[in-house]
């Protein structure tokens, strides 16, 4: 439990780009409504969000990138999401997608990385067993078929969408990973959602029937999720476990909606009188303070957590680049862990964003107020596909108990240590 972090001192980078969204926040809250009925951000918002260095805090270093510790960078994605939830949202997927390239070689790092580019890098979009993408393998690659592929967030703003698909080379289907350039892609206008609207999270088609892929760019998930593949990165980040990457991430956008939510709260609170009481400043009301102690106190728990998981990720990290392998068993408590605690994250952070709606009379139901659309944002992130909370809940209890968990396929496979086929070329 002594290993070092990371050798790179980074603070500096991370306070001048906490600084920079703290500047640009006002500007995200004044055009969230606009994005909300376009369904998707301006590409001025993109450029904007790029100017302040949030798509390039999980960016490897050899290529420019600041390639943040996952602590700091969950300290960005918080700090956006207090502005608007949908901004938070594009920039968590653009930091903790990026372990997807990463996962797949050197080549596809190469792509991704090694070229001027205003937003994210990467998307992905439908990296689970009932993905309706098929891949054929071909002479000297693949053929894609299929679609369409669903929830591709950052897709609109990213060179590449990383697409899931199933193959079957006669021993049975598994999944892959195909990393497809933006014009070879149709975005479709089917993001009609309750909440996250301005994320553009739309379905995907391929412009043609069918797409030859070369072989590089297609890789089995299995190792992608477990790194099995050489992309050339140095760094301890690359070593991280994706799932307390990516998922201590998640749970700072609820932590950042609900932060900002508060901060709301407490700005339009100051002399608003409370209706049916003798009350003229809702500040001075002993119900108030204390509604606003148990907001807190559900925001500060999931704070503390969210850290922790972060802080462990980085460490883990760390140790195997250090050359130290992880506990198999530790490794898949930890993995199911990281996404009980992010459910539990979302739920609380949602429900103080409630009892502060329920506080704020009838104008919070106004389309210009933002404590509605942080309402909205934060239940749709308990909703995502990968945090059912039952599911989850379930996995970490029976490991506890000393059972397995349930076996499946996808990004939150807690099955991460079953041998992978041999990484071909």
């Known amino acids: 439990m002594t290993t070092m972090v990371s050798t790179r001192d980074t603070s500096e980078r991370l306070a001048k780009i906490l600084e920079n969204v703290r500047a640009l926040g006002p500007t995200l809250r004044e055009r969230a409504l606009d994005a909300e009925r376009a369904g998707r951000h301006s590409n001025e918002t993109i450029a904007d969000l790029d100017a302040t260095g949030a798509f390039n805090i999980g960016s490897p270093v050899e290529f420019g990138g600041d390639e943040l510790t996952v602590r700091q960078q969950l300290d960005v994605v918080s700090e956006v999401s207090k502005w608007d939830g949908s901004a938070g949202w594009t920039v968590w997927v653009g930091a903790s997608t990026n372990w997807i390239p990463a996962g797949s070689g050197a080549r596809v790092v190469e792509e991704v990385y090694g070229c001027e580019w205003t937003g994210p890098r990467v998307a992905g979009s439908s990296h689970f067993p009932a993905s309706r993408g098929r891949a054929k393998r071909v002479e000297g690659g693949w053929v894609i078929t299929g679609g369409p592929w669903t929830f591709g967030s950052d897709s609109l703003w990213a060179p590449y969408t990383n697409l899931g698909c199933i193959a079957d080379d006669g021993d049975g289907p598994y999944l892959v990973g195909v990393q497809v350039p933006r014009d070879e892609l149709r975005f479709l206008n089917d993001w009609n959602v309750a909440g996250m609207r301005a994320t553009g999270s739309v379905s995907i088609t391929l412009v043609r029937d069918e797409l030859f892929v070369p072989d590089y760019r297609v890789v089995d998930f299995r190792h992608v999720v477990g790194g099995n593949i050489d992309n050339g990165l140095k760094g301890s980040l690359w070593k991280a476990p994706s799932l307390g990457w990516a998922f201590s991430l998640m749970a700072g956008m609820s932590i950042g909606i609900a932060q900002g939510a508060l901060d709301r709260f407490l700005e339009r609170s100051a002399g608003r009188p409370i209706r049916g009481t003798t009350y003229k400043n809702q500040l001075d009301a002993p119900l108030t303070h204390l509604m606003l102690t148990e907001v807190h106190s559900k925001i500060q728990s999931a704070t503390l957590m969210t850290r922790a998981n972060a802080d462990e990720t980085d460490r883990l990290g760390a140790a195997a680049a250090a050359g130290e392998a992880a506990d198999p068993e530790y490794m898949q408590m930890f993995s199911a862990r990281v996404l009980a605690e992010t459910a539990y994250a979302a739920k609380w952070c949602a429900e103080a964003i409630e009892l502060l709606q329920r506080n704020s009379g009838s104008t ?37 108990a000393g059972s397995q968990p349930h076996k499946f396929e996808g990004i939150t496979t807690l099955d991460r240590f079953a041998p992978a086929p041999p990484a071909k070329g």
């Open 364 to 400: 919070a139901i106004m389309e210009s107020e933002p404590i509605q659309r942080a309402w909205r944002d934060a239940r749709v992130i308990t909703l995502h596909g990968a945090l059912n909370l039952e599911a989850l809940s379930e996995n970490y209890g029976r490991l506890m």
